[in-house]
């Protein structure tokens, strides 16, 4: 049996694919999460599992009746999306550097936006809904049109890979960038303002939420869903920028047909069967990964990353890991390496080496086959691929 069952004294299990890694304040958390009254079954912990705010990134909550908005987060629908090219290793001799810097010309990182707005993104349908959204954000629709197809900061990234047979793959890492943090910060605060005003003793305010058929709840969930829909096209407004990029380089601009799509959320919560019984998924950095679902899961910038598809493992909630996981924090990351073990760890990759990616060195991060073979009885893999660009945010 891959995973393990926590040895806590709480009212449901609390299952581990995170082959006995759990240090105290991790196992409080999951503690934490696992005495709620309305969590159902039992709580799943990914093998990239780390600390985060209320709950566990890397865990899988099914819950009855309520939800939980910091345990989404605050950059819901956060995800990765990636292509497979019809271009292979042999096309990307000589053009990297100019790859790199063409992306980081058209896809805005950090705090930044579009100065200019494609028709594709201002004629999205769903900004006819953004007047229903928080009163919290009602000035924020035309920073919100600007900022998508933006990356964003953090360990977000867009990156050129290979896999084992030398086909090239693009990829990249965003979310609902300020508009889905907004969103998030209003109802948290909502959330605690309610617990407060219930006197209800929570083991952590974080862990504060809304009850199905509230006004609260209603609101949440509504905005969540536009949240999560913002960042799937947001990925898709910069894939399809990034695309047109590498075909420039590669094909004349010539336009071509990817041989495989994945987008995937994994900051998210959406309305699921499990167990027979309809309930309320939040994976808070895990991937869904039911039978045939396509599933990404990233290592570090200097590591490799893994193509999977879903095994449907009810145990886990029919999901898998969504990355490497963090070793150690930013700031930690900042005080052991230097600049020249960055350069080390990203030999060979096309990227920035400069104190100001230092917090995302490879060696802050778990090890990728470590996490991936933890998960075996969760995910098949479909490619192994290596980057040879990383445009950081």
Same mark, same amino acid.
């Given at each position: 049996?891959?995973?393990?069952?926590?040895?806590?004294?709480?009212?449901?299990?609390?299952?581990?694919?995170?082959?006995?890694?759990?240090?105290?304040?991790?196992?409080?958390?999951?503690?934490?999460?696992?005495?709620?009254?309305?969590?159902?079954?039992?709580?799943?912990?990914?093998?990239?599992?780390?600390?985060?705010?209320?709950?566990?990134?890397?865990?899988?909550?099914?819950?009855? #009746?309520?939800?939980?908005?910091?345990?989404?987060?605050?950059?819901?629908?956060?995800?990765?999306?990636?292509?497979?090219?019809?271009?292979?290793?042999?096309?990307?001799?000589?053009?990297?550097?100019?790859?790199?810097?063409?992306? #980081?010309?058209?896809?805005?990182?950090?705090?930044? #936006?579009?100065?200019?707005? #494609?028709?594709? @993104?201002?004629?999205?349908?769903?900004?006819? =809904?953004?007047?229903?959204?928080? /009163?919290?954000?009602?000035?924020?629709?035309?920073?919100?049109?600007?900022?998508?197809?933006?990356?964003?900061?953090?360990?977000?990234?867009?990156? @050129?890979?290979?896999?084992?047979?030398?086909?090239?793959?693009?990829?990249?890492?965003?979310?609902?960038?300020?508009?889905?943090?907004?969103?998030?910060?209003?109802?948290?605060?909502?959330? /605690?303002?309610?617990?407060?005003?219930?006197?209800?003793?929570?083991?952590?305010?974080?862990?504060?939420?809304? @009850?199905?058929?509230?006004?609260?709840?209603?609101?949440?969930?509504?905005?969540?869903?536009?949240?999560?829909?913002?960042?799937?096209?947001?990925?898709?407004?910069?894939?399809?920028?990034?695309?047109?990029?590498?075909?420039?380089?590669?094909?004349?601009?010539?336009?071509?047909?990817?041989?495989?799509?994945?987008?995937?959320?994994?900051?998210?919560?959406?309305?699921?069967?499990?167990? =027979?019984?309809? @309930?309320?998924?939040?994976?808070?950095?895990?991937?869904?990964?039911?039978?045939?679902?396509?599933?990404?899961?990233?290592?570090?910038?200097?590591?490799?990353?893994?193509?999977?598809?879903?095994?449907?493992?009810?145990?886990?909630?029919?999901?898998?890991?969504?990355?490497?996981?963090?070793?150690?924090? /930013?700031?930690?990351?900042?005080?052991?390496?230097?600049?020249?073990?960055?350069?080390?760890?990203?030999?060979?990759?096309?990227?920035?080496?400069?104190?100001?990616?230092?917090?995302?060195?490879?060696?802050?991060?778990?090890?990728?086959?470590?996490?991936?073979?933890?998960?075996? =009885?969760?995910?098949?893999?479909?490619?192994?691929?290596?980057?040879?660009?990383?445009?950081?945010?």
């Amino acid at each position: 049996m891959p995973y393990e069952k926590l040895e806590i004294t709480t009212p449901i299990p609390v299952l581990s694919w995170a082959n006995h890694s759990l240090g105290p304040e991790e196992t409080k958390m999951a503690k934490n999460v696992a005495s709620l009254p309305f969590v159902f079954k039992h709580v799943a912990l990914m093998p990239d599992v780390h600390l985060g705010k209320g709950a566990l990134v890397g865990s899988v909550i099914a819950t009855k #009746e309520a939800i939980i908005p910091a345990a989404v987060g605050v950059d819901i629908g956060c995800g990765m999306s990636a292509i497979k090219t019809v271009f292979t290793a042999e096309q990307l001799e000589g053009k990297l550097k100019k790859i790199r810097l063409d992306i #980081e010309a058209a896809i805005p990182t950090g705090f930044n #936006e579009n100065k200019d707005v #494609e028709k594709f @993104v201002t004629n999205w349908q769903r900004w006819d =809904d953004f007047k229903n959204l928080h /009163r919290g954000v009602q000035d924020l629709q035309s920073k919100a049109m600007k900022q998508m197809g933006s990356l964003g900061g953090g360990n977000h990234f867009i990156e @050129v890979c290979l896999d084992t047979e030398n086909q090239v793959w693009l990829m990249l890492h965003s979310g609902s960038r300020n508009i889905g943090n907004k969103l998030a910060q209003c109802h948290i605060h909502t959330a /605690r303002e309610l617990a407060h005003m219930a006197g209800n003793k929570l083991p952590d305010l974080d862990l504060a939420h809304f @009850v199905v058929g509230t006004p609260e709840f209603q609101a949440y969930w509504h905005d969540l869903q536009w949240s999560q829909n913002y960042a799937r096209v947001n990925r898709d407004v910069m894939m399809a920028r990034f695309k047109h990029i590498v075909e420039k380089h590669l094909a004349g601009g010539k336009a071509t047909k990817p041989l495989l799509q994945v987008n995937c959320h994994h900051n998210y919560a959406e309305k699921e069967v499990h167990f =027979d019984e309809d @309930v309320y998924v939040t994976r808070k950095g895990a991937v869904r990964a039911q039978t045939e679902d396509y599933g990404i899961i990233p290592g570090s910038m200097g590591a490799k990353s893994f193509i999977v598809k879903g095994k449907g493992n009810a145990h886990s909630f029919c999901s898998c890991s969504h990355g490497a996981g963090r070793l150690m924090s /930013r700031n930690k990351a900042k005080n052991v390496y230097t600049l020249d073990d960055l350069i080390e760890q990203t030999n060979g990759v096309e990227c920035r080496k400069d104190e100001g990616v230092l917090d995302e060195i490879p060696g802050a991060y778990k090890s990728i086959d470590e996490v991936i073979n933890q998960q075996i =009885d969760l995910v098949e893999i479909v490619a192994t691929l290596k980057q040879v660009v990383c445009v950081k945010g």
